[in-house]
């Protein structure tokens, strides 16, 4: 009998093939990089609505300030205003209270003249030979000038001083 020989060679599966392998490699690279692509388009795109935000929020920022710098023009304006109100009304107020005191010493030594005569004349009085009930009278009315003299000096010595105090009763 005569041998045959067959000769046959076996090829492996596809996946075990070279070419395999380099298109798995291949496309394994590919989808690594579309990832990678993609994921720098999404931060990109995130960047440029990060930046857009950033600029309205400056913008918001900026007009806010314009607004708080008007705010504080007009504050400072009103404030200018008030303050001249009140230096223009102190000084009404002090020349009304210069006017007051004037008056109210001008008052008091009108005052002083009469109550000065009222006494005197008390005193003339006192020397007179009188009735006892008259005499009772003429005392009352010299206890009541004196109270008045008193209450004169007080105004005086208080408008001198420049003091507010009460004149003395």
């Known amino acids: 009998a005569e041998e045959t020989t067959l000769s046959f060679i076996i090829n ?91 008056y109210a010493f001008i008052t008091a030594h009108k005052l002083r003249s009469p109550v000065a005569t009222l006494l005197g004349l008390i005193h003339l009085c006192e020397k007179l030979e009188l009735p006892q009930d008259d005499k009772v009278i003429i005392s009352h009315i010299k206890d009541s000038t004196e109270k008045l003299d008193e209450i004169v000096k007080s105004i005086l010595r208080a408008i001198e001083k420049g003091d507010n105090a009460t004149p003395g009763r």
């Open 12 to 102: 492996p599966p596809f996946w075990r093939t070279t070419a395999f392998y380099d298109f798995a490699l291949a496309v394994v690279g590919f989808l690594v990089y579309s990832i990678i692509r993609a994921r720098e388009r999404k931060l990109i795109a995130d960047k440029h609505l990060l930046e857009a935000k950033v600029e309205e929020r400056t913008l918001e920022i900026q007009r806010k300030n314009e607004e708080i710098l008007s705010q504080s023009e007009e504050i400072n304006s009103i404030n200018e205003n008030l303050e001249k109100m009140v230096e223009q009304r102190t000084q009404e107020l002090e020349h009304k209270n210069k006017a007051l005191e004037e």
